[in-house]
């Protein structure tokens, strides 16, 4: 029985019985009658029923109705029985009355209290639907399930989950049985309740048992009241702060079939416990939440793979060569965005040329990391036949254009997933020699690059604006430009200069200004122009190489031009002994002087025009015949009695590498010699 709260309106109320009752005695011992004074009475019970609770309007009309009787039939014996009958039996009707009125007026207070608590839980619900999952991160959807919670349904919440749901694999089907350990990746607390002795990023131990950790094997929410040190151990010291918790609820975080993690509401004695309406409210928000953290987790195992994919397709680090230093940097879009089909690459030809290549893939995904890395080989394997950048692009093009439409036969232009797949990328190749340092490139839909010479600021290479690839039907332009020894050559994607808020005209005015920002190393001046222009969330991929451009002297090449008369050929053997014995390679004098003398044989013989022989030296000993034909050279196989046919393969077997490539005026055969 819980003892009566005294409030205003019931101490007014008895005051009033009591005024009432004091007023007639003193009319009573004055031989006085106001004749309605005493109805008035009646009018209490019935005020009592509009303002008390039940209790209160009961004992209220019970003590005027014992007022009455005791006035009625002491002090005002004078009037008539009909009249105290009548009196009495008015009060006992409007202390009826007002009950009736007390318990309607309450139940209708209480059915207001119960939809406004119905709209409150709805809201909430409503709130947590639109906040919880904005992102497709793990930890952040955490955050926000224990944001929603905190003040308008609990005083402290934490999320705990699985540590390999965080790195994106899949969960164990299997229920969940001893102690569980977990990742506490969210915790928010309200002003009066405190941090808890658990912090995000630390791990979180459901001790077997424990209520929490046997609503993670049950798969069901469990609900219960902390009141001593036993029910403390109960729920696992480590996963909630007792100490201050008068209620606890624990909420197992369930999609798809499989357990998440768990998240934990307590609220401090200042507050009501929970009861089943919350525990089903906190089952609702948390089977939502769920649904995000495992779309979450589905996307990071996705941008994991697609990381993964892109990292083994690009170049594990930059080779080193004669015509120019390089620096690399490849940077993710953040997880929000994707893994793009960003890539880079450092390619070396014959003749000690190098060719510098980006490229940007469409869209984002397992998808474009998958053809980032059929247009990376497609570009070695024509990089390796020594094509021209027009040429190249032209034939990367038809490439797209033809997996464009095989992909549309196959699957109606989606991928194997349903998601609509987008054909095309951009892409920018240009070729230096370092014998000439002219630097020859070409683009495809591709941002210009950036040329910095020494002691000048930085430009921008205007090179002819070709149509990105798998648009087909229009050419590719070549430029050229002469570049002196030590200039910087700047190819990048267009995440480095296009951000939200940011035009492309003003991301291009600051790359500019940060490369001429002179630096002490390419590494450097890589990480200034990232630190510059890129911020902590990336929205798009960024790729970008900086190459600084060296030139071979003629201390180590040596070029002749060579009659079409065989006679020439053992001058031409007579010059290359020489040359090597000037550059102390007589060792290889026997083994250069036979590639020499059929190379020379070949373009006299069958090449036709001005003949011309050189060789240089690097890291290896190239020789190089060109002549004026167009016609390539082909390996193979004399018979025995044969007189001729062998010489290609004589050059094959000796040389380490050796190939063909087209020049304006004829071509060029070529000879790699390992030293």
């Not at 009958?85 to 139940?107: E, F, K």
């Not at 960024?542 to 009659?563: F, G, K, Y």
């Amino acid at each position: 029985m819980q003892p009566i709260r005294l409030n205003r309106s019931f101490a007014f109320l008895l005051l009033g019985i009591a005024l009432f009752s004091g007023v007639q005695v003193a009319l009573t011992a004055g031989h006085l009658h106001v004749m309605g004074l005493t109805e008035y009475s009646v009018l209490i019970p019935v005020v009592a029923g509009a303002l008390l609770s039940p209790r209160q309007t009961l004992i209220v009309g019970l003590v005027n109705l014992a007022a009455a009787i005791a006035i009625y039939a002491t002090l005002l014996q004078g009037i008539g029985r009909a009249s105290q009958i009548m009196v009495l039996t008015a009060l006992a009707v409007a202390l009826g009355i007002s009950l009736a009125v007390c318990r309607i007026r309450i139940a209708g207070v209480r059915r207001l209290q119960r939809l406004m608590i119905a709209r409150e839980r709805l809201d909430l619900l409503s709130e947590a639907s639109s906040r919880v999952g904005s992102t497709l991160d793990v930890a952040r959807t955490a955050e926000e399930l224990a944001e929603v919670a905190v003040h308008r349904f609990a005083d402290h919440a934490t999320v705990d989950i699985l540590e390999c749901v965080l790195q994106g694999e899949e969960p164990t089907l299997e229920p969940l049985m001893g102690d569980i350990t977990l990742h506490r990746t969210a915790q928010r607390s309200g002003p009066a309740a405190p941090a808890g002795t658990v912090g995000p990023g630390e791990a979180v131990i459901y001790r077997e048992g424990s209520i929490p950790a046997l609503s993670l094997m049950k798969g069901e929410p469990l609900a219960a009241e902390t009141t001593d040190v036993a029910d403390a151990a109960r729920w696992s010291a480590e996963a909630v702060c007792a100490d201050a918790a008068h209620s606890v609820l624990v909420v197992p975080l369930c999609a798809r079939g499989v357990t998440l993690g768990a998240a934990l509401f307590t609220r401090s004695p200042r507050r009501d416990p929970f009861d089943a309406d919350d525990v089903l409210l906190a089952q609702e928000i948390g089977a939502r939440a769920a649904v995000c953290v495992d779309n979450a987790r589905r996307y990071t195992r996705e941008r994991n793979t697609s990381l993964a994919l892109q990292r083994s397709l690009l170049p594990k680090a930059a080779p080193k060569l004669p015509a120019v230093e390089t620096a690399t940097r490849y940077i993710p879009a953040d997880s929000q965005a994707g893994v793009g089909g960003d890539w880079y690459d450092v390619i070396p030809l014959s003749g000690a040329r190098v060719a510098l290549v980006v490229g940007d893939v469409i869209g984002h995904g397992v998808h474009a990391s998958a053809m980032m890395g059929r247009l990376r080989a497609a570009v070695h394997t024509l990089a390796d036949i020594d094509l021209p950048p027009d040429e190249l692009l032209t034939h990367l093009d038809d490439l797209v254009i033809r997996l464009g439409t095989d992909t549309d036969h196959a699957q109606g232009g989606h991928g194997a997933g349903g998601e609509v797949v987008e054909f095309g990328a951009t892409c920018q190749y240009m070729i230096y020699d370092p014998v000439s340092r002219r630097l020859t490139a070409a683009s495809a839909g591709h941002p210009p690059p950036t040329l910095v010479r020494p002691g000048s600021q930085a430009e921008y290479f205007d090179i002819p604006a070709g149509p990105p690839l798998g648009v087909g039907g229009f050419p590719f332009e070549t430029a050229e430009v002469h570049l002196p020894q030590g200039s910087l050559i700047a190819l990048y994607t267009d995440g480095l200069i296009e951000s939200p808020g940011q035009g492309l005209d003003e991301g291009l005015d600051h790359l500019r200004k940060a490369l001429s920002e002179p630096q002490p190393s390419l590494q450097d001046m890589c990480d200034h122009v990232l630190n510059t222009l890129v911020d902590d969330r990336s929205h798009d991929d960024v790729a970008l190489v900086i190459a600084r451009t060296q030139e071979l002297d003629s201390a180590h090449i040596a070029t002749w031009d060579l009659s079409d008369d065989l006679t020439e050929v053992a001058r031409a053997r007579d010059l290359t002994s020489l040359q090597l014995t000037g550059w102390d390679l007589e060792e290889l004098a026997f083994t250069t002087e036979l590639v020499v003398s059929e190379l020379v044989t070949n373009a006299i013989r069958y090449g036709g025009g001005p003949v011309q022989l050189r060789l240089i030296r690097q890291d290896t000993l190239i020789c190089e015949v060109s002549d004026g034909s167009n016609t390539a050279p082909h390996l193979r196989r004399a018979r025995v009695f044969d007189e001729g046919g062998r010489g290609l393969l004589i050059v094959a077997q000796l040389a380490a590498r050796w190939g063909t490539r087209k020049r304006p005026d004829g071509k060029t055969i070529w000879a790699e010699l390992a030293l």
